[in-house]
């Protein structure tokens, strides 16, 4: 075999790799067409929202009610991916967004849509969230064949995320040009048979451990103290809370950037998003490609202050080729962050604790975003969007900064661990 062949195919083999196993790759297939969906629902939502009212603060708000039960809920979700049989509560998570997106499209096609029905529908997909988020990081470690592939399945599931991103957005930006919002929420609301086929298709071996069978609000506290404990978790979580406070809200914006900024329409917005997505995607291929968890504590660290830069230069953008050159960089840096902590919290996690800490996880990254969105939102109004992404560029890189001064602590409390999960 020519030996740049040989070279592209060993490459790709490292990427897809736990597409091997038979479930993960029906996962993979069915998610990957629903999320697209999902995207182009969130972009409508978005864009409808601020046709409706003109408000960046309405931006902020929509946003935060649909995100705030993942902060208060999250930790009920990772007890109930701990205690009760995953895919039966993904199949329920799946129909009850189904019918949410339906009622979306009929209230927008008929034309009777109002800026209070989207607050009051948008905390529907928080409540979903807050369950969904524990549920389906803890399904995947149970149907990757092995274990030398979580990496590889936890970017692979990054990568199926960003490249909905990436489609769903750009698709959602034409549709709303060419057809209105209402026809991005019916197709969103096809997209869920997709998911939930594969869901069914599957062919699942009783869990060899046993289920968790203690009360609500015990194991809550039990995983907290868990949490907080062990140096590495607390510190990886406080500071994922952190950056998605300060900065992780910056795409609520991009509806007023682009058109009170930019100047420009929903076809506009469609290429702002897709071009974060594209960066995204791109971290998510980066990260297929290692074989080990080893050194991620510096890719967080590298991560995060690209996102802070990458936000600085996009509050001063001349022009649109630099805002998309800057939310390209941004959305790297974000999902860089974001995998990278994820992948870091599945490695070092116990495993009958791991719905638990992922819903701590939910809590400090998604969780904390609709606070995030009411102060961007509201800063936004106050100085203007150009001063809140500015100002959002700087705590970002003060928080990395901070990490960075405790990284050495967080390192050598991790190699024990390592070292007892053979990795080093």
Known sequence: ????????????????????GRNYRLFFTGQA????????????????????????????FVAFTGQLP???????????????????????????SMIHAFVLAILTLTGVIKIWHLVVLSIVPGFLQAVDIPTRQA???????????????????????????LIGPSLGGVLIDKTGEGICFLINGLGFFA???????????????????????????????YAFHFLPIRY??????????????????????TKDVLHGGPRTLGLIMAASALGATISSLYLAMRSSVV??????????????????????????FVALLSVFFAGLGMMLHLTSTNTLLQTIVEEDKRGRIMSLFAMSSLGVLPFGSLFAGSLGSAIGI???????????????????????????????????????
């Open 236 to 257: 990886l979580v406080i500071f994922a809370a952190f950056t998605h406070f300060t900065a992780g809200a910056f795409p609520v914006l991009m509806p007023a950037f």
């Open 386 to 424: 150009r001063g809140t992404i500015f100002v959002q560029g700087i705590l970002c890189l003060c928080g990395s900064a901070a990490f960075l001064s405790r990284h050495k602590e967080i390192r050598r409390a991790i190699k024990p661990v390592y070292e007892r999960l053979g990795i080093i």
């Open 295 to 320: 050194g991620l504590g510096k890719v967080i660290i590298f991560s995060t202050s690209l996102f802070g830069v990458a936000l600085l230069v996009l509050s001063i953008s001349p022009s649109l």
């Open 1 to 20: 075999m020519d030996p740049l062949a040989e070279t592209l195919s060993n490459t790709l083999y490292r990427m897809g790799r736990a597409l091997g």
């Open 33 to 60: 067409i629903s999320l697209v969906g999902i995207w182009m629902q969130q972009i409508a939502v978005s864009w409808l929202v601020y046709r409706l009212s003109g408000s960046p603060f309405m931006l902020g």
């Open 139 to 165: 399904f995947v470690i149970e149907i990757v064949e092995r274990r030398e592939d979580l990496v590889n399945a936890i970017a692979l599931n990054s990568f199926m995320f960003n490249s909905a991103r």
């Open 195 to 225: 998911a939930m086929s594969s869901l069914l298709r599957m062919r699942l071996a009783k869990s060899r451990r046993e289920r968790l069978h203690i009360p609500l609000f015990q194991g809550i506290s039990e995983g907290l103290r």
């Open 70 to 96: 993942v902060f208060f809920l999250s930790s009920v979700g990772g007890v109930i991916a701990d205690r009760w049989e995953k895919r039966r509560v993904l199949l329920t998570i799946q129909t009850i």
